[in-house]
């Protein structure tokens, strides 16, 4: 256990849909990132978030909506998303920053039907 | 352009022998890491080094860090068939000012430890 929940960890949705990802930690840690794992490709960071405030977005298209209430949380919102969206999106934390090692959740792997 | 790439891209040893694997990068760093990942599981960092560091060691891992080239090794030593996964190396890049930085990935290395 790594302290970082993600759920679901499977999700299967169509393309008209509209369903988020949730992810929790309880590390007491600051900065909360999102990535996206397709396969054969590196790890793409699409979001970042430093005590709750959204410090990154990586060119993310806007079918993707990150949203973090608190420290603790992070929820990414996802709608009419497309076929090629489908792949691991992990959720990750640090204690500050990303120059320090991040702990991972165990990932929701998303299907876009 | 990709700043951290792993090389190979895929190991197969038997148990017992040693695996290394190399990451190369493009540009100056802060520090250097390594993930792990079981398949379809979230990484789990295994050792940061920093730039001002060239070689650190936890358990049966050893990391080097050669800044003058821009390389990173991992070695695992006396392999178990448990060590099956995929290894990353990530770069923490500063961009945008004092205290800023972003952790980049590569593409991985897939170890196969043969029992």
């Known amino acids: 256990e790594t302290g970082v929940t993600q759920t679901p960890r499977h999700l299967v949705m169509g393309m008209t849909n509209k369903k988020s990802l949730k992810c929790e930690q309880h590390?007491?840690?600051?900065?909360m990132y999102w990535y996206k794992q397709s396969a054969k490709k590196p790890l793409e960071l699409m979001f970042v978030y430093n005590f709750k405030e959204q410090t990154e977005n990586n060119s993310v298209p806007s079918r993707f909506s990150p949203e973090c209430p608190n420290s603790s949380h992070l929820f990414l919102h996802l709608h009419t998303l497309q076929p090629e969206d489908s792949a691991l999106y992990l959720c990750?934390?640090?204690?500050?920053?990303?120059?320090?090692?991040?702990?991972f959740g165990s990932g929701t792997q998303l299907s876009v039907l | 352009s990709q700043q951290g790439e792993e090389d190979p891209q895929a190991l197969s040893i038997q148990e017992g022998e040693n695996a290394t694997m190399n990451c190369s990068y493009k540009?100056?760093?802060?520090?250097l890491q390594w993930y792990r990942q079981n398949s379809g599981r979230g990484l789990v960092h295994l050792i940061l080094?920093?730039?001002?560091?060239r070689e650190k060691h936890s358990g049966r891992l050893r990391v080097t860090l050669d800044t003058s080239k821009k390389s990173s090794s991992l070695l695992i030593t006396a392999s178990r068939a448990a060590d099956t996964a995929s290894y990353f190396c990530a770069t923490a890049v500063s961009y945008s000012g004092a205290g800023s930085y972003q952790l980049t990935f590569g593409k991985g290395t897939k170890l196969s430890v043969i029992p």
């Open positions: 080094i920093r730039s001002n560091e």
């Open positions: 990750a934390s640090s204690l500050r920053g990303a120059s320090e090692k991040l702990f």
């Open positions: 590390l007491g840690h600051n900065a």
């Open positions: 540009t100056s760093i802060n520090n």
